[in-house]
C-alpha cells in the first residue's frame, strides 16, 4: 500500500483543520453565527422535523455521504452512534442498534432492522449490501416502529431517501480515485423538465475499488468491489390534484475476493502451524486462498437486482391518499472458499434468485393540524429460492470421513403478507402531545426444503452428521397485533420532553442452514424424516418491546442541538444464529434478549464557518442462551441431562459507540470557499459469537477531508481519507469453516477496512 502519500495528506489535513479551527474561534463573529439547519425526516411516512418527533431518528446527508467517501450502507453506519454493521465471509449481515440485531447467515429471515428505499421494503438482507446512489439522505430510525413501518421494524429501520426530479434543469457528477489501494468511483446525475407538468432525472453510479487484504496466491486485493447502477425518476403532475412517481433502478454489484484470514492467538500454536499452506496466521490483512471454481482463483459473489415502483399522491382536499406499488427481484451467484488454502478443500456455492410485489394503500391527514391520522392497508407477496451446494474435502480428519463429502440444500421459501395499521395524534393545548397506533399483520410462508448427498460420494460426513431427507413441505403462519404510543411535552418552544413504548415482531418460520442432526437410529432408509426436518428447522416468532424517554432540545438561539434519550428494550423468542465450527455446523434457535442504556446526540453551530457534531451510545445488550460446552461441542447440559442456560453479552454489541465531528466552511477569495472536516468514531471492545468468544479490541478511527470549491457552488475538489492513522482490529470473527485449522488453533478473522484517501472532483448547475 502506498502509506507514505497517504501519512501525508493525512497529516497535511489535520494540520490545516487544526489551524483553521484555532483562527475560527478568534473571529467576532463567533458569537453571531448563523443557526443550525433543521432536520426534515419521513420516519413516520410524512415530512417533519426530526427535533418534534417522540422518535430516536438520525439523518445522514446526502452530502454528508459524499464527502465522507461512503458508498453503501456498511460505510455509512460508521456515522451513525449505536449502530454496528459488519458481514461475515458469506454476507451474512451482523447489523445491530444499540447492541441488538438479526446475525442473519439463514437468508430466510429478515433483518430486525427493515431497510426502505423511497418507501419500498427491501425483504431480503442481499439487498443491505448493494450501492447507494444519488441518496438526498439516509435515516437511522432506532427504537420499535412496527406501527407505521412494518413487521420487521422492531429494532429499528433504515430509510434512504433518493434524490427527486425537481422543477429546473440540473445536472451533477462526482469523479474519485483512490490514492491508497487503487480503484476509482464515478457518479452523474441529471434532471430534465419535460414541461411544465412532467419531469426526469436520471442517475448512474460505478466504482472499482481494491479491498484491504491481499490474497498471496492470487495477487488480489479483497473484497474488490465492482458496482454498476443505474436508476430512473420520473415525477408527473398529471393534475392539480394528482402527483405520479414512477422509479426503476438495475444494480450489479460484484465482490471479488475474500476479506478474511486465518488468525492464530497464541504463539506457541503459531509457531507449529503450517503457514506454507495457509498463511502466517498473523493479524495482518493477508490471507491463502485459491478456488478453481473461479477463473482468477478468487471468491465471487454477484448480485443482480431491479427495483421499480410507482407511487401516487391524491389531494383529496385536505387528506391525502397514497398508493405505492413495488416490485424487485434479484438473482445471486456466490462461491465462497472456505479451507483457505490453495487447495481446493471447502467450496460453497450458492445460487438464489428472489422476487417480490408490495402494495400499500393509505390515507393521511395534511400536517400542522391539532389532530393528525393516518390508515391503511399493505401486502406483500415473495418467492425465494436458494440452492447451496456445500462442497467439503477434509482428507486426514476422522479417519478420512468426517468433514468429506458434500452435500446441497434446496429451499424454496413462498410468503405473503397482509397488514392493516392506524395511528393518529392529538396536540392538546399548553404543548401536550399524544400520539398512538395500531397494526395487524398476517403472515404466511409455504416452504419446500430439501438435502442431497453428492452423487457417487457417500461419506460420514453427508450421510449421518449432515444427513439427506426429500423436499419436505413445511408452512409457517401467524398474526401479530403491534402498536406505539407516546407522550411528548413542550416545556418552552424549543424544548421537548417525550416518553414512548414500542410492540413489534418478527416471524419466525424455517431456515435453510440449520445441519439438522439426528440420531442414526432416528434416520429412515437413510434420510431424515420430516417430522425431524421441521424440528430440526423451525424458529419461533420473534416479539420486542421498547420504553424510552428523553428530551429534544434546541439552545442558544437554535445554534446548538441537544437530544438526550434513556432506553430499555426486551426481546422474547430472539431468533439467534450461531456457527459452531464443529459437526453441529449452523443452528439457529431462539431465547431472550435485552439491551438498555442511553443515548446523547448533539451539534453546535459555532459561527457560520464553524460546526460541531458529536453522538454517545451506551448500551448494555445481554442474552440468554445455551452455551456449547467446549468439551462436548454441544449444548451444555447439568447433571441430570437438563438444558443449563446464562446470561452473556450479546455478539456484536460494544457497549459503547460514539462519533465526534468538527467542519469548516469558508470563502477564502471572492471566487473560492474553503471547506475542512474531521471526525472521530470510537468503538468499544465487543464480541463476534455467543457465549462471549472471539473478542475484538476497542477500535477508534479518524476521518479527515479538505478541499476547495467555487463561491456559486458549481464545481470543487476534494481530498478525504478514512481510517487515516490505519487502525487494525476485528470487525467481524468465528471459528473456521474449514475443520483442519480449527484443531490447529486456527480461526477466521475479518479486519476492519483499512485507510484510504481519495481525491475527488465535482461539479453542478
Request: hydrophobic fraction near 40%; avoid cysteine; charge should be negative.
Amino acid at each position: 500500500m502506498k502509506g507514505s502519500i497517504s501519512s501525508s495528506v493525512a497529516l497535511i489535513a489535520m494540520a490545516a483543520s487544526l489551524a483553521v479551527a484555532d483562527r475560527a474561534a478568534a473571529q467576532d463573529e463567533a458569537a453571531t453565527g448563523g443557526q443550525l439547519q433543521e432536520i426534515v425526516v419521513t420516519a413516520q411516512k410524512r415530512a417533519e422535523s426530526a427535533q418534534n418527533i417522540p422518535v430516536a431518528v438520525q439523518a445522514v446527508s446526502g452530502d454528508a455521504l459524499a464527502s465522507a467517501g461512503v458508498k453503501d450502507l456498511v460505510q455509512a453506519a460508521t456515522l451513525v452512534p449505536g449502530v454496528v454493521f459488519s458481514r461475515a465471509p458469506d454476507d451474512g449481515l451482523a447489523m445491530t442498534f444499540r447492541g441488538l440485531g438479526t446475525v442473519a447467515r439463514s437468508q430466510a429471515f429478515e433483518l430486525s432492522q427493515a431497510l426502505f428505499v423511497d418507501g419500498v421494503f427491501m425483504g431480503k438482507g442481499r439487498m443491505y449490501t448493494t450501492s447507494f446512489f444519488d441518496v438526498d439522505r439516509m435515516e437511522f430510525i432506532k427504537g420499535t416502529q412496527s406501527t407505521l413501518l412494518g413487521k420487521n421494524a422492531s429494532l429499528g429501520a433504515v430509510s434512504v431517501v433518493t434524490r427527486q426530479p425537481g422543477d429546473e434543469l440540473a445536472f451533477d457528477a462526482r469523479a474519485g480515485y483512490e490514492v491508497e489501494r487503487g480503484g476509482y468511483t464515478l457518479d452523474a446525475a441529471t434532471t430534465v423538465p419535460l414541461n411544465d407538468k412532467v419531469s426526469l432525472r436520471l442517475a448512474g453510479h460505478y466504482n472499482d475499488l481494491q479491498g484491504w487484504v491481499r490474497n498471496r496466491v492470487t495477487g488480489n486485493w479483497g473484497r474488490e468491489q465492482k458496482d454498476l447502477g443505474l436508476r430512473a425518476t420520473l415525477r408527473v403532475r398529471a393534475t392539480e390534484t394528482l402527483t405520479l412517481t414512477g422509479a426503476y433502478q438495475y444494480a450489479d454489484n460484484r465482490q471479488i475476493g475474500a476479506s478474511y484470514q486465518l488468525v492464530v492467538d497464541d504463539p506457541a500454536l503459531r509457531a507449529a502451524f503450517p503457514t506454507n499452506v495457509y498463511g502466517d496466521a498473523t493479524f495482518d490483512r493477508y490471507t491463502s486462498q485459491f478456488t478453481t471454481r473461479t477463473d482468477n482463483g478468487d471468491t465471487f459473489h454477484g448480485n443482480k437486482s431491479h427495483i421499480a415502483s410507482l407511487k401516487a399522491e391524491l389531494d383529496l382536499g385536505g387528506p391525502i391518499l397514497v398508493s405505492q406499488t413495488a416490485y424487485l427481484r434479484y438473482k445471486t451467484n456466490y462461491v465462497d472458499d472456505f479451507d483457505f488454502s490453495p487447495t481446493d478443500e471447502v467450496n460453497f456455492l450458492r445460487d438464489e434468485k428472489y422476487r417480490q410485489f408490495t402494495q400499500e394503500l393509505r390515507i393521511q391527514s395534511p400536517g400542522g393540524d391539532a389532530l393528525t391520522y393516518m390508515a391503511g392497508v399493505y401486502f406483500l407477496s415473495s418467492r425465494w429460492h436458494s440452492v447451496e451446494d456445500q462442497q467439503w474435502a477434509a482428507p486426514g480428519v476422522g479417519g478420512g470421513q468426517l468433514f468429506n463429502g458434500g452435500y446441497t440444500n434446496d429451499f424454496l421459501q413462498k410468503s405473503k403478507t397482509y397488514s392493516a395499521f392506524a395511528s393518529g395524534s392529538y396536540e392538546f393545548g399548553g404543548g401536550l402531545k399524544i400520539a398512538g397506533g395500531i397494526r395487524w399483520t398476517r403472515e404466511t410462508k409455504d416452504i419446500v426444503s430439501g438435502r442431497t448427498p453428492d452423487a457417487g460420494i457417500q461419506t460420514v460426513w453427508n450421510t449421518i452428521a449432515n444427513p439427506p431427507f426429500d423436499p419436505t413441505p413445511l408452512s409457517h403462519n401467524v398474526n401479530f397485533f403491534d402498536g406505539n404510543v407516546s407522550l411528548q411535552y413542550n416545556l418552552t418552544d424549543d424544548v421537548m420532553a417525550f416518553v414512548a413504548y414500542g410492540h413489534g415482531s418478527k416471524s419466525g418460520g424455517y431456515v435453510e442452514t440449520n445441519t439438522i442432526a439426528v440420531p442414526p437410529t432416528a434416520l429412515v432408509n437413510g434420510k431424515v424424516p420430516a417430522a425431524l426436518v421441521a424440528a430440526g428447522s423451525l424458529v419461533k416468532d420473534e416479539y420486542t418491546q421498547t420504553v424510552e424517554a428523553g428530551f429534544k432540545t434546541m439552545l442558544l438561539d437554535r445554534r446548538l442541538r441537544f437530544n438526550i434519550a434513556g432506553f430499555y428494550t426486551k426481546v422474547k423468542d430472539f431468533q439467534d444464529t450461531v456457527f459452531t465450527g464443529g459437526t453441529l455446523g449452523f443452528i439457529t434457535f431462539n431465547g431472550p434478549a435485552r439491551t438498555k442504556g442511553v443515548e446523547i446526540e448533539t451539534a453546535f453551530q459555532a459561527s457560520r464557518e464553524l460546526s460541531f457534531n458529536a453522538g454517545f451510545t451506551y448500551a448494555d445488550a445481554t442474552g440468554e442462551i445455551q452455551p456449547i460446552d467446549p468439551a462436548t461441542n454441544a449444548p451444555a447440559l447439568d447433571g441430570n441431562g437438563n438444558p443449563v442456560f446464562g446470561w452473556y453479552r450479546r455478539s456484536q454489541a460494544p457497549k459503547v459507540v460514539a462519533n465526534a465531528g468538527v467542519n469548516y466552511n469558508a470563502e477564502i477569495t471572492d471566487s473560492l470557499a474553503l471547506e475542512l472536516g474531521a471526525s472521530v468514531r470510537h468503538r468499544s471492545s465487543m464480541y463476534n459469537q455467543r457465549q462471549e468468544l472471539f473478542p475484538s479490541k476497542k477500535l477508534t478511527t479518524l476521518d479527515l477531508s479538505a478541499g476547495v470549491r467555487s463561491a456559486d457552488d458549481r464545481w470543487g475538489i476534494q481530498v478525504s481519507g478514512r481510517n487515516v492513522t490505519n487502525e487494525l482490529v476485528q470487525d467481524f470473527a468465528s471459528p473456521s469453516v474449514d475443520p483442519i485449522p480449527g484443531a490447529l488453533g486456527a480461526y477466521l478473522a475479518g479486519p476492519n477496512e483499512a485507510r484510504t484517501v481519495t481525491v475527488s472532483v465535482w461539479t453542478k448547475f
